[in-house]
């Protein structure tokens, strides 16, 4: 038999358990109303709470009365989930939905700082590339295009004249030649 001070023990540590179970509770319920999951997502994170839960509740009774169950145990987790709904819930979420906004104010902030950073590291590399690869780009197709141009113009105006006149004076040779041939 146990002492009336370890079941007094046993007792409050079930009403905690039941304050904890109101507490998880409330804190799935505003994140999940913040995330605003799919369906599939709603019924996985549901039995996910269920299942912390469950490991909660079985390490608080290992604490408080060495897992065991009896009626008392039902009748104090009942007591602690009502009083922490009828007290403390209000609270708690306020609390909750305030640290949530804290934590998007500095993750906004953090996301502008690491922004900020990023066009601190890149903008040397972009004007680099602005003062130097892009001219040197349009250096490089100006080089192109007056080269191709210059090879036109010198095939053009050199290469296929002289080109004509060599076929020309090689044909009148070949005919010179025939001529001699016949007599």
Do not use: C
Not at 17 to 28: A, E, M, N, Q, R
Not at 45 to 55: E, K, M, P, Q
Not at 103 to 110: C, N, S, T
Not at 148 to 175: A, D, F, Q, W, Y
């Amino acid at each position: 038999m146990q002492s009336l001070e370890s079941q007094v023990y046993a007792f409050i540590v079930t009403i905690l358990i039941g304050v904890t179970i109101g507490i998880l509770f409330d804190f799935y319920k505003v994140i999940k109303g913040v995330i605003r999951p799919r369906k599939i997502a709603a019924y996985l994170g549901d039995l996910l709470f269920w299942i912390i839960s469950t490991l909660v509740v079985f390490f608080l009774l290992l604490v408080g009365n060495w897992g065991e169950l009896r009626f008392y145990v039902a009748i104090g987790v009942i007591t602690g989930a009502l009083a922490y709904l009828k007290l403390l819930r209000g609270f708690v979420i306020r609390i909750l939905l305030f640290a949530i906004f804290w934590l998007k104010k500095m993750a906004d902030r953090l996301m502008r700082v690491l922004g900020f950073t990023l066009w601190l590291v890149t903008y040397p590399i972009f004007l680099v590339r602005n003062i130097i690869v892009i001219p040197i780009g349009y250096l490089g197709t100006a080089w192109t295009k007056t080269r191709n141009l210059t090879k036109r113009v010198v095939e053009h105006s050199i290469t296929g004249p002289v080109k004509r006149s060599v076929l020309v004076m090689k044909e009148k040779i070949t005919r010179g030649f025939r001529l001699f041939k016949k007599k």
